[in-house]
């Protein structure tokens, strides 16, 4: 039966008191509380020895009847006994611990639940040692504080997160547009004809007409084509084109190797030996008057290539007029202006003579065909066994000038010659035509060729039909 350990006080449960514990524990709290406890007893000799446990106070001891956890309330330590003198009333130490409690109760805040933050499912937890019911009014003034601070806090950095996402969204949409894709080019039609040579129609028909024969790749087929134009129309390196489109070095190898070689299947088809009356037809007015007959301007042309570390190679392709390393081809073209025959390569020690005879030319002409060429192509004989005529400019050679018919008829050629001239430069803008090919690349340099004249005829013709006099 638990007994009053106020000395003095005999108050047992019997007497129909209430008994509470001296606060025990090792939170600063309790311990601070057990000592005021103790001074208040007149035990303090009794420290943090086994009789705290045991010992009780009883509800006479506390104004209102039993303890308070609250530090300001005047029950938070036990004040009645015999011996001591009580220099207030009793009554009005309550009234005052009321009246400050009703003020602060005044002054809290209510928090509203924030509906950006998820809810978080309360799990009970195991103390490992006794914690105070509650903190001092001093101490939770603190923390109201400090959870104002904090609340501050936190609303600073939820605009400051929503700023920096929306700054982060609008540097992925500027990072977007400023990549090299076909979305981002095909907008503008001066980006598209510079980066392809092509307009979005012609584009877009040739991922139609190529699509199905490309195996698929991580990188769109749209921007794989715009890659495989782009070192065409640019004459850009691989590793060029791999910054640009940020994809490895032998991604660019493998597809550019892999849409030359089905575009030049696809597209040769484009370039087209027309009939005769097909000629007739389409003949510019430049032609009419004094070529009427004409079927079409041949041209040699050659393309560098990288020195070959063969020394037979080397030899082999050595041109006597470009002192260089090339690769040769013939090229017809229509006087309407497409290119209508483009021979294999031929090394660049090759004749044109040769070429002309061997590349399969002569075969695609007829009776009363005329030939227009540039005086270097001496191939006279050679279209006469086929009843082919060749028109070239009238040169000096053994004589001291020209007639006056030689000179007319030359201006005449040199008139329509220029036509020829024209449909090259436009087949040369892709301006890989006019690089070094490097020796790894030789071996598919007759297919880009290939590539380059069918895409040259998917251009509007550079020669007007209603030129020159009729």
Request: charged share 25%.
């Amino acid at each position: 039966m638990p007994t009053c350990s106020v000395v003095g006080c005999g108050s047992r449960t019997s007497t129909g008191v209430k008994f509470f514990r001296i606060p025990t524990g090792s939170h600063p709290f309790q311990k601070n509380r057990r000592r005021l406890w103790l001074q208040a007893l007149k035990r303090e000799d009794w420290g943090d020895a086994t009789a705290v446990k045991e010992a009780r106070v009883c509800s006479t001891h506390f104004i209102s009847g039993k303890a308070s956890d609250d530090s300001s309330s005047a029950d938070f330590v036990p004040s009645l006994f015999t011996y001591t003198k009580q220099n207030e009333n009793h009554d009005t130490k309550m009234e005052r611990y009321h009246r400050k409690r009703t003020r602060t109760e005044m002054y809290i805040p209510v928090v509203q639940p924030d509906s950006s933050i998820e809810e978080i499912k309360q799990n009970p937890v195991q103390a490992d040692e006794d914690l105070p019911p509650t903190v001092s009014r001093s101490e939770y003034d603190d923390l109201r504080l400090t959870h104002r601070q904090l609340q501050e806090d936190y609303n600073n950095l939820q605009q400051e997160c929503v700023k920096l996402r929306s700054e982060n969204d609008s540097l992925k949409h500027k990072l977007y547009q400023s990549k090299l894709t076909y979305s981002n080019v095909k907008s503008s039609v001066r980006q598209l004809v510079y980066f392809t040579g092509l307009t979005s129609i012609i584009f877009e028909w040739l991922i139609k007409k190529l699509s199905s024969e490309i195996s698929h790749h991580s990188l769109p087929l749209e921007d794989q084509l715009l890659m495989v134009l782009m070192k065409l129309r640019l004459g850009l390196s691989n590793l060029d084109l791999a910054y640009r489109f940020n994809v490895a070095n032998s991604t660019v190898s493998h597809i550019y190797r892999c849409w030359i070689s089905v575009m030049s299947v696809v597209l040769k088809p484009l370039i087209k030996w027309p009939n005769k009356g097909a000629i007739i037809k389409n003949m510019p007015r430049a032609f009419r008057r004094n070529f009427k007959r004409c079927r079409c301007i041949i041209d040699c042309e050659e393309i560098f290539i990288a020195r070959p570390s063969n020394l037979t190679a080397r030899a082999q392709s050595r041109s006597n007029y470009k002192h260089s390393n090339t690769i040769k081809y013939l090229i017809a073209t229509t006087p309407a202006g497409a290119i209508s025959f483009v021979s294999p390569g031929w090394d660049g020690r090759v004749s044109d003579k040769q070429i002309t005879r061997e590349s399969g030319f002569l075969e695609l002409l007829e009776p009363m065909d005329d030939v227009l060429a540039d005086r270097g192509l001496l191939v006279r004989d050679e279209l006469v066994a086929y009843g082919a005529t060749l028109r070239i400019p009238h040169f000096t050679k053994g004589k001291k000038q020209l007639s006056a018919q030689e000179v007319d008829t030359s201006r005449q050629l040199a008139c329509v010659r220029i036509h020829i001239e024209r449909v090259i430069g436009r087949w040369k803008s892709f301006k890989i035509l006019q690089t070094v090919i490097p020796v790894s690349q030789v071996d598919m340099l007759d297919e880009v060729v290939t590539v380059c004249a069918a895409l040259t005829n998917l251009c509007k013709s550079v020669v007007p039909k209603g030129t020159g006099s009729k």
